[in-house]
């Protein structure tokens, strides 16, 4: 059977998977766009929507992108989520604040977040914002990258959903699988962007897997049983990344979101109930209050260097940097369409049909 790219790890040399349809990204954000207008939400904020979905689609991380658009607009539709909150700030210093989000979509909740902790570090060297009542944000380094276009350095992290990821040594779940995200300016080219759950994927890359036939590797999953599987279809149970590492990732996340933000940590929380909310923290860092911006730079070029130099083991056609692929990936899909799969297709295709919205692919 041959093997094709679907994923960030797997080669762009293999050829385009037979079941994807090439999609010019702005017809896509149009198109999702007035999914969400449908809903009532306001057009500039259902346009900043689709921005960041689709956004995520092009650096090739279909879990978290228009994918997940449907159940977005199935939880606003259901009266789980907002489609106009009134967001809030709640606590306030020159370093720091706390936002109630009102229920609305996390991707909103997010994008303000990160703003206001950039404008923060703009006057104080480092903002620190968090938001609570919120919803999940999808994937996390969207966010950590508005950090760049204001030379700064981002950092985010949510807590979202009920115990899925089992603790180091542990058989059962009593963490979830929060992302982490840093991004870190560079000179030229790629921007250095770290972007990771905190068990060993994030559970809709095991959806992906599900999607295009693949088997999971031996040692990410337990099924409800909590005998290991490799059928993403009956993966319930995580084990975390790196082992004690993602552990300590994901027990830190859960804090710093959750805890700190007044909200619950995991193990309170059903594992589905799109009624939860979620909590997020956004942290900017203006680079030239702790060191010269040359000088950043300099060891920021060394290390991408020191990393590009290093000879591939075997099964590996180059070393790149976390960010690189991804950045990579979109400059190609922005000219020649996201390759979408089919069944992400017909998701879409089907919610759009009952917010009466044509389908344009
Ligand atoms: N909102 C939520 O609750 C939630 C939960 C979990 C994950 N997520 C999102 O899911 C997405 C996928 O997460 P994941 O952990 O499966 O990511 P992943 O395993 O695909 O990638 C993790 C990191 O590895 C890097 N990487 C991958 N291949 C590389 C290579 N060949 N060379 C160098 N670096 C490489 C990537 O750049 C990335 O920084 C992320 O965007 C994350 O934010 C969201």
């Given at each position: 059977m041959p093997t094709y790219r679907f994923s960030v790890e797997l080669s762009e040399s293999l050829p385009m998977h037979p079941d994807e349809t090439p999609i010019q990204p702005a017809e896509l954000r149009t198109f999702v766009s007035d999914l969400f207008q449908k809903t009532g939400m306001p057009s500039s904020d259902a346009d900043s929507t689709a921005e960041v979905l689709v956004g995520t689609d092009l650096r090739g991380i279909f879990s978290h992108g228009t994918r997940l658009a449907p159940n977005y607009l199935k939880h606003i539709l259901d009266g789980h989520m907002k489609a106009h909150p009134q967001p809030k700030v709640e606590r306030e210093t020159?370093?720091?604040?706390?936002?109630?989000?009102?229920?609305?979509?996390?991707?909103?909740?997010?994008?303000?977040?990160?703003?206001?902790?950039?404008?923060?570090?703009?006057?104080?060297?480092?903002?620190?914002v968090n938001v609570r009542r919120s919803h999940h944000l999808g994937a996390a380094s969207i966010y950590a990258m508005q950090a760049?276009?204001?030379?700064?350095?981002?950092?985010?992290?949510?807590?979202?959903?009920?115990?899925?990821?089992?603790?180091?040594?542990?058989?059962?779940?009593?963490?979830a699988n929060h992302p982490l995200a840093w991004a870190f300016p560079t000179r030229e080219g790629f921007p250095i962007v770290i972007d990771t759950a905190a068990g060993v994927a994030a559970w809709q890359r095991?959806?992906?897997?599900?999607?295009?036939?693949?088997?999971?590797?031996?040692?990410?999953?337990?099924?409800?049983?909590?005998?290991?599987?490799?059928d993403p279809a009956e993966a319930f149970i995580m084990f975390p990344a790196g082992g004690t590492r993602g552990y300590g990732l994901a027990v830190a996340a859960g804090l710093l979101a959750g805890a700190l933000s007044?909200?619950?940590?995991?193990?309170?929380?059903?594992?589905?109930?799109?009624?939860?909310?979620?909590?997020?923290?956004?942290?900017?860092?203006?680079?030239?209050?702790?060191?010269?911006?040359?000088?950043?730079?300099?060891?920021?070029?060394?290390?991408?260097?020191?990393?590009?130099?290093?000879?591939?083991?075997?099964?590996?056609?180059?070393?790149?940097?976390?960010?690189?692929?991804?950045?990579?990936r979109e400059q190609q899909w922005r000219e020649n369409g996201i390759p979408l799969h089919r069944?992400?297709?017909?998701?879409?295709?089907?919610?759009?049909?009952?917010?009466?919205?044509?389908?344009?692919w």
């Open positions: 020159p370093a720091m604040a706390v936002v109630d989000a009102d229920r609305g979509i996390g991707h909103l909740a997010a994008r303000d977040g990160m703003q206001r902790a950039i404008e923060k570090a703009r006057q104080v060297g480092v903002g620190m760049l276009a204001h030379g700064m350095i981002g950092f985010t992290t949510t807590n979202t959903g009920g115990p899925s990821v089992a603790p180091f040594g542990g058989r059962d779940s009593a963490l095991v959806e992906t897997m599900r999607i295009y036939g693949q088997k999971l590797p031996p040692d990410w999953c337990l099924d409800k049983e909590g005998n290991p599987t490799d007044g909200g619950q940590v995991p193990s309170r929380r059903e594992r589905y109930n799109a009624a939860t909310d979620s909590e997020h923290t956004f942290t900017a860092i203006s680079i030239e209050r702790f060191v010269s911006r040359e000088q950043f730079l300099g060891e920021v070029d060394e290390m991408i260097a020191a990393c590009h130099r290093t000879p591939p083991r075997d099964g590996f056609e180059r070393v790149c940097l976390p960010g690189e692929l991804e950045w990579e069944d992400h297709l017909t998701l879409l295709a089907e919610i759009a049909d009952r917010l009466g919205v044509k389908v344009f």
